[in-house]
């Protein structure tokens, strides 16, 4: 046999070693979709979930009313007999991932949305649906570990994160750093806007400045919609990948929310985030991670927050009222009061104010330097 025909087949059995190695002949991933709910139609989820299980090559189960279809169906007659099926077959490993319209999180779960911005890139928007905690800046700050997570999950081995300038994203900055100065694995990116900064503003939205958006739920909840339906007048979301999946610590459910008003379009790209998810084994990412946040006393930096600072009751003399020329920003909104009382209980005048970057605390020139110190030292800036 000619050396180079030989060459030729040892090369092919090798590369087919390869291709097969890299294989995975085990079940095929299973995703859950709930027919009803749309106010598109039940056609319309059909459409998205065929859809995905033609061009994604994965197992696609329904869970709703009789429809003509080939693929397979589990018939229920309402919602909530939809939810209830959903959960069992979630909880005896039938489905990998449901993608559903409504679902009821307990209270420190929520949801990590995936949008295209346009300029075309992929973003995630952390969070977008239920209630990660009752204090908003505690909510926040597990919505960037939450989001972090989920991209990585996605395959980017070191997201950027930016923090939207909402209320609480100044001392939200300030607790991350605190996470990121103890060795937690955290990458910061930065606004595109002149003054730099890991807070967001409107423009960087647009522009994807940063892998994820940290903000609240209800503030992301609103920019889902937008990304998602701006490009067809609002009434139906044509793109993106829908409100993504429940996250939080020992939750195991891997249940994607999607819009009542979701075209197929994103109801084929929830399904492809929910397969990413699935390979790229988000509940035991989630653990691991719990477990480096409990090792970093994390639960104490949470505490923190809510342990009362100086307020205006405490202010027991009045201190002489000085021209105020010099403006400190990075005071988060929520902490603005308690800054210049804090400045005032230190005989040093000072008011609150707006610039156009946020919050400001406004001093006396010649009490720049000293103001600054001390609010250091309350920790009310970096």
């Known amino acids: 046999m000619n050396n180079n025909i030989k060459t030729f087949i040892g090369k092919t059995f090798l590369s087919l070693a390869d291709e097969l190695e890299k294989k995975d002949f085990g079940k095929k991933i299973n995703i859950g979709v709930t027919l009803l709910g749309s106010e598109l139609g039940i056609e319309n989820v059909l459409e998205g979930a065929e859809y995905a299980a033609k061009s994604l090559g994965v197992e696609v189960t329904l869970i709703g009313p009789k429809v003509q279809t080939e693929l397979t169906l589990i018939e229920v007659e309402n919602e909530q007999d939809s939810q209830n099926k959903l959960e069992e077959l979630l909880d005896s490993k039938v489905l990998d991932a449901v993608i559903t319209m409504h679902y009821s999180f307990p209270i420190g779960v929520s949801t990590v949305g995936k949008v295209i911005t346009p300029t075309g890139k992929p973003m995630f928007i952390a969070n977008t649906t239920g209630t990660t905690s009752t204090n908003r800046v505690e909510g926040m700050i597990k919505n960037a ?52 900064g890991v807070v967001l503003r409107g423009n960087d939205l647009i522009l994807g400045s940063t892998d994820i958006v940290v903000t609240d739920s209800l503030t992301g909840n609103i920019l889902m919609k937008l990304f998602s339906s701006f490009n067809s007048g609002g009434k139906e979301e044509v793109l993106g990948y829908g409100y993504g999946p429940g996250v939080g610590f020992g939750y195991e459910r891997k249940i994607f929310i999607i819009s009542r008003a979701s075209g197929p379009n994103v109801i084929k790209g929830a399904i492809e985030y929910a397969v990413d998810m699935v390979k790229g084994k988000l509940n035991k990412v989630v653990q691991e991670e719990e477990k480096k946040l409990k090792n970093l006393n994390f ?30 920003s990075g005071v988060d909104i929520m902490e603005l009061d308690n800054a210049v009382n804090f400045l005032l209980s230190q005989d040093v005048y000072a008011e609150a104010g707006m610039g156009c970057t946020g919050p400001i605390v406004m001093v006396n020139e010649k009490k720049e330097e000293l103001a600054r110190t001390l609010l250091k030292k309350m920790g009310c800036i970096e």
């Open 299 to 328: 639960d104490e930096i949470l505490k923190s927050l809510k342990q009362e600072k100086v307020s205006s009751n405490e202010i027991t003399k009045e201190v002489a009222k000085e021209v105020v020329t010099a403006q400190i």
């Open 145 to 196: 570990i939450y989001g972090n997570i989920v991209a990585k999950v996605s395959g980017i081995a070191k997201p950027t994160i930016g923090i939207l300038n909402v209320d609480g994203a100044r001392e939200v900055e300030k607790q991350l750093k605190k996470l990121k100065d103890k060795n937690y694995d955290l990458s910061f990116g930065e606004s595109q806007r002149s003054d730099k």
